[in-house]
């Protein structure tokens, strides 16, 4: 129960974890860029579900955007700028468009709501498994997800009783971004022998959400891909 | 369902998982050193449950002292040998025995089983916090739970598609250990503003064991005391 | 001998290793966001010096401010928008300025002199150890420099063979932000006893640039305050 | 000058190092588990180098075997009990041994010497790369390096003002180990298009050495292997 704001909730895994709290009963407030699309999303997926507007990566209009919520007992952000770049076709506004979003955004986000917190409310922020391996087109993917390691530390001790976790996906086999494309050799190489589904991200963040001793841990869910 | 084997689940934290999958109906089998301590603490937790007697600090033993273990599904190792050591007071001969009990009593312990892990078995095996926070007198303690993280990262690679984690608690509040002992102070020292509880510990547990995808992970179950 | 170039290198320990180079004879350029303190830091450092003006922040300015940069054999940036913040007075405006300067400056200051490298150039770029340990007003620092754990990792690949490391300094005793400071302190809670200082920072910025084993690597260079 | 201990300097790193510390004047003790190979080496390597034996896999022996050392300004051991182990053949005798000489041994060693260390004396322990990425083989090399990391940090505080670093090197391109093995494909993976040398781990052993700030750091030697 209670009520979980999910920040990039309109699609993929935001919008997996979203289905999953509003499945159970929780009031589940969805965000994203296009308010349309939002409201749109959330009457898919039930009545106890609303879609707001916010562009993290304009962090100046954030607390408006979210004037509308009034109590927050899980925040979970997914949201990020997420296209490709590389240092040989560098784009400089882009680049600043993807760190703002990232850290601007999720920290502005974070400050705005944290008044709204119930008691035991807490934190997960999304990076990726691209923090720790580099892969062409992640030069500015990689930068930003390993500075969520830092951002959950400074958060866990400013926003403490509260706690701030972060989860690291490893690729998602039935992510929507990945449909039509075959990632069998990804499959292949991962010690689990099969890549990591949408379901097991959803169960990891709820873990991290409601166990109340995880605070300020970076939570790798990889299928062991990082062993080797 | 299915057989949970705990490995120093006659006392302590490794009890108290046990005794949670024995609530739930789980064949349990819990192994210590002293076998009528063992069978005494069998006792006490069901009807479900075994007891044997396990020498991690004679791995020699270990295959024999297993053979009545018929299939695992949840392999939790929690044995540790705790006594304090200090460089200046360095005990050669009990410094063996830690390093042999944690690191080839466990590798063996997980050598023996293997064969007869179900199709979804999973190990989690236990550090502690000392790992990267010493303290007088965890210099041995502060080593070989370091070693957890590479004994993962291999037993990883070595057991796929088998799943292996690590849990690195820290002071637990309920802990029969800290009977009568006076932890306020620490209490203080943590985010949460509380120690954590043997309920939070078993909980982790029991994630790093059910979700599929966990795999070859340190998790650090702390309130936070490592981020500051 | 060859090119040094030191973004930042007009104060503190950009300077300082701007020095150490210039002393040594190699051909320094210095740069800092004011053109004429650049210019009056180089004279200052000898004739071998030369002061240019880049702003890091603006990112579009970057390549222009370079042009007069022919060659370059060790790269080091030390520049950082250090202005404190907390989650409790965050600036937005301030934040994006941090975050930009930090991740998107770095990068294209390195996309853009990549072409300029000779053969054995490499580069070393400035975090801190707020990356670890927050502090009050730490929220963006400690931010950042997380991130250039995951930067030097995506530039290593992009740039190989060219080797990318970077350094991480605890608070240095003769830093000129600490004139007239009592950091006594924090010398007790330091394992060696006292502080670093900028001669061993200058010096392991030289193990990097010049140990053509090193890449990718996060030097902490702290007296041993992370092992506590 | 002064005094350099080098155990494990009979052969391999070890003795590069001790080489490179005898050829400029160091007064060198290297030692080995076989006392006339010891010998042996000492003088190949010049008449300011004695040879001694240790066994690292004794510790009961180890103060015993460096009775004879005076004074120590720099403690290098790089001795390791190498032989392969998997988790399919795993030898219970053999790990018992592997973690004995690297995890006690070294600790004995430290504890032993640490009364005759000169003020600013320093210790650099060795690990290895298979900390991170385990291979085929490496069942306890994995484990016993990846407790290097704890053993320094521990140590770090309880040698302090003393300071104690680890160095993990990569596949070393000229080691006699390697003599007559194939191991481009080895280079072709490493970001700098080469495997290290020995002379760049010998160099960055003395940075540890010698660069009074650093203190329980772990120094990957690596070419940039990790970042991949």
Do not use: C
């Amino acid at each position: 129960m209670g009520t979980s704001v999910v920040i990039g909730g309109t699609a993929g895994l935001g919008r997996f974890i979203a289905a999953r709290h509003a499945g159970r009963g929780d009031t589940v407030i969805i965000a994203g860029r296009d308010a349309e699309k939002a409201r749109t999303a959330a009457r898919e997926l039930g009545a106890n579900v609303t879609g707001i507007a916010v562009d993290l990566a304009r962090p100046q209009t954030i607390a408006d955007s979210l004037k509308t919520v009034e109590s927050v007992d899980r925040l979970v952000i997914t949201a990020a700028f997420q296209k490709p770049s590389t240092l040989k076709d560098f784009d400089v506004e882009e680049a600043v468009v993807a760190v703002t979003t990232k850290l601007v955004g999720y920290t502005e986000t974070i400050r705005v709501l944290r008044d709204r917190f119930t008691p035991y409310a807490s934190v997960v922020i999304f990076g990726g498994l691209a923090k720790e391996r580099p892969y062409p087109g992640s030069t500015m993917i990689t930068t930003f997800n390993s500075a969520i390691t830092g951002l959950i530390k400074t958060l866990a001790v400013e926003l403490a009783p509260h706690r701030v976790n972060a989860l690291h996906p490893a690729l998602v086999a039935d992510s929507p971004r990945w449909a039509g494309t075959d990632l069998g050799h990804m499959a292949a190489r991962t010690p689990i022998g099969r890549l990591i589904t949408m379901d097991e991200v959803a169960d990891a963040t709820d873990f991290l959400l409601d166990n109340g001793a995880m605070n300020a841990h970076d939570l790798y869910v990889d299928g062991g891909v990082l062993a080797q």
